[in-house]
């Protein structure tokens, strides 16, 4: 069995990999870091072999799955890496930050053979697939609206933590590409394609960053529904995120991994027990004011999904063609809210983005 981390990346989120490489039974043997004791820390409390180079962790033979969790905009150089030298690769959202960089990254593990999966754990809970299965049944009848929620709260200390985040160059944005970006995922996951959108931006609430702090969008799909995506990481003290999906026959309502509204014109036995197993499964404080207050359950399960299709030789559930999916729509929103006019979907290229709205700072 393949089952053999590497872990390229070692900052919060890495703890989050190696929790969930120890859940499925999976065995972290190396990790590296371009800040060495940020590789010894991990290496350390979790029982591995911090590595001195990139290319030490990619020679080692005991190495067969990497995962990385570098900054966004830096995801590129390892994936690519990793697959040029045989390795699987799990890349932590977003796939990439520019639509060029998440094809190259999906070009590079095709011509290697190697698997690719884009982390996005929230498709992984039980009441995200309950909802899946429920439109896949036709229960809502025709989907009308579907709309992502995500009011957070994040300090200024947060952005001046480090040096990466809220740039362009490598947290690749604000609210949507940082924070929401999970929401999106699952939104378009649930109702299908986003065909055009209609978006403003702006920097409300933080200094010293270049990024949205607050973005809604208005969305319509391919199956005609409409809906709304709400970004921002400067509403007070913060909320737990939602998606809302609505139809002529039925709604449910997920807060974090609750399902808080399951209502359908015809109700069947199991109705009753989905409203009681799917309450109160909320663990920690789902990121809303916190980003270490996340379980990495869902990475877990991810994990064991990535493990499985390697060993069978099946694609991932999430691929890299689904995690490029929330990047261009995202893109899409920036550009948006920068021209005033609506955007269409697929896009054909990146857009290029160069000024915002009110309060944003130009990218070059």
Same mark, same amino acid.
């Given at each position: ?26 065995? +972290? ?24 180079? +990139?290319?030490? +962790? ?307």
């Amino acid at each position: 069995m393949i089952n053999q981390f590497g872990i390229i990346g070692c900052g919060m989120i890495a703890r989050f990999h190696a929790r969930a490489i120890k859940d499925t039974g999976g065995e +972290l043997a190396t990790c590296y870091d371009h800040i060495p004791q940020a590789a010894e820390n991990i290496a350390k409390e979790f029982g591995c072999k911090a590595c001195e180079s +990139l290319d030490v +962790l990619l020679a080692d033979p005991n190495v067969k799955i990497v995962t990385i969790g570098t900054p966004s905009g830096a995801h590129a150089e390892a994936a690519i890496a990793a697959a040029r030298a045989g390795k699987h690769v799990i890349v932590e959202k977003p796939l990439e930050i520019t639509l060029e960089r998440c094809d190259a990254i999906i070009d590079a593990c095709d011509k290697a053979g190697v698997t690719l999966s884009t982390i996005f754990p929230s498709r992984f809970h039980d009441s995200s697939v309950k909802i899946k299965n429920a439109i896949t049944a036709n229960r809502f009848g025709r989907l009308t609206m579907g709309d992502a929620i995500v009011k957070w709260y994040r300090t200024q200390g947060y952005y001046d933590s480090g040096a990466w985040r809220g740039t362009w160059e490598l947290d690749g944005g604000g609210a949507l590409m940082n924070q929401a970006i999970h929401s999106v995922d699952l939104l378009t996951w649930l109702m299908g394609p986003i065909v055009e959108i209609r978006a403003q931006a702006a920097l409300l609430a933080h200094e010293r960053i270049a990024v949205e702090d607050t973005a809604v969008a208005t969305v319509q799909f391919a199956n005609g529904a409409l809906g709304v995506i709400e970004a921002t990481t400067a509403a007070y003290p913060g909320y737990l995120k939602r998606v809302e999906i609505h139809g002529e026959a039925g709604s449910a309502v997920l807060e974090e991994e609750d399902i808080v509204k399951w209502d359908f014109a015809e109700s069947i036995p199991d109705d009753a027990a989905i409203r009681e197993a799917m309450t109160n499964r909320l663990s920690g404080g789902g990121g809303a004011a916190d980003p270490a207050a996340i379980g990495h359950h869902g990475h877990a399960r991810q994990f064991a999904d990535v493990i499985d299709a390697i060993n069978s030789g099946r694609k991932p559930l999430i691929d890299g063609q689904e995690g490029r999916r929330s990047v261009e729509i995202i893109l899409a929103i920036y550009k948006a809210a920068e021209t005033g006019q609506a955007v269409q979907l697929p896009l054909t290229t990146d857009p290029e983005l160069t000024v915002r709205t009110a309060g944003m700072i130009k990218r070059e």
